[in-house]
T-cell receptor, first 114, second 107 residues
């Protein structure tokens, strides 16, 4: 079975540009999480969805960040405009089905904003 | 105060040593608890769940103390391959991670 799929794996962009990160959760999972990881702040929960509905976005840093889940098999995290302090690894994870409680992570999207 | 707190380490131990990590959480209504392992530049992966009665998986033992709101992970007879960052996770309808504890096992 395919795991959580994230794209792009790496992105380098310039300050002010729009960044869109994509995630395909494991089929059958009904919860999806977006995390950001930096050396300074560790793994921070940005937002999570249950059955495609955003439940808690209190971790989203500011209005420049937005996330959507238009259907059960796709989610995006968008940063507009991007800033150098947004540089981090962004992970998407899903859970649900028979393995409720275990989070399955994608390989992450490493973002560098110059 | 952070919702989930861990000693960041690093812990540097020789092979064969026993090492213990603790993690405290602030939400007393938290429902479930886990330990994850993250290798350098990789995604976190589930190491083990933590049950109220405590649980053991080979060299790894996890315990939960609800009264004091902490969970622990004990690694016995540590191996070089145990070198990684260990993250505790606390779930209350979300999944909050501690900052992780870096372990290095040396020959």
């Amino acid at each position: 079975d395919a795991g959580v799929i994230q794209s792009p794996r790496h992105e380098v962009t310039e300050m002010g540009q729009e960044v869109t990160l994509r995630c395909k959760p494991i089929s059958g999972h009904n919860s999806l999480f977006w995390y950001r990881q930096t050396m300074m702040r560790g793994l921070e929960l940005l937002i999570y969805f249950n059955n495609n509905v955003p439940i808690d976005d209190s971790g989203m840093p500011e209005d420049r960040f937005s996330a959507k889940m238009p259907n059960a098999s796709f989610s995006t995290l968008k940063i507009q405009p991007s800033e150098p302090r947004d540089s981090a690894v962004y992970f998407c994870a899903s859970t649900g089905g028979k393995n409720t409680g275990e989070l399955f992570f994608g390989e992450g999207s490493r973002l560098t904003v110059l | 105060r952070k919702e989930v707190e861990q000693d960041p380490g690093p812990f540097n131990v020789p092979e064969g040593a026993t090492v213990a990590f603790n993690c405290t959480y602030s939400n007393s209504a938290s429902q479930s608890f886990f330990w994850y392992r993250q290798d350098c530049r990789k995604e976190p992966k589930l190491l083990m769940s933590v049950y109220s009665s405590g649980n053991e998986d080979g060299r790894f033992t996890a315990q939960l103390n609800r009264a004091s709101q902490y969970i622990s992970l004990l690694i016995r007879d540590s191996k070089l391959s145990d070198s990684a960052t260990y993250l505790c996770v606390v779930n209350y309808n979300d999944m909050r991670f501690g900052a992780g504890t870096r372990l290095t096992v040396k020959p």
